[in-house]
């Protein structure tokens, strides 16, 4: 694979790749994009596939990805209303890179220090 070649080095503040890792920093965001990559999903069942999450997290997290078109929130006219979660073709994506970043990591579970974890 070529290397992206930029003109000029961004600063964090702009840069694309800076912008995606903090937003997958956030915690739960990259639990409910997993969840959702197995396939839509109804607010409760994410709720409870996400043991300890808050609805108001739950809630900001679906909203945020909402925004970012990773995921669309479809509404059944049913009685009650049904509402339905789906990761968005470009949400699949991001799974598909989720999946090959922990696939990564299981196989370098075996390796001294090969966790990363943030420094001191």
Sequence with gaps: MEAMQLPVAPS??????????????TR??????YHLHQGPKRYGELQRAL??????????????????RLIDRTVY???PPRVEYSLTPRGRQLGDILDSINQWIAGSAGE????LRPGP
């Design 28 to 33: 739960w965001t990259p639990l409910v994009i």
């Design 51 to 68: 043991r300890g999450i808050s609805p108001k997290t739950l809630a900001e997290r679906l909203q945020a990805l909402e925004q970012q």
């Design 112 to 115: 001294q220090g090969s966790s």
């Design 12 to 25: 964090p503040d702009v840069c694309p790749v800076t912008q995606t890792l903090a937003m997958l920093g």
């Design 77 to 79: 006219p049913d009685k």
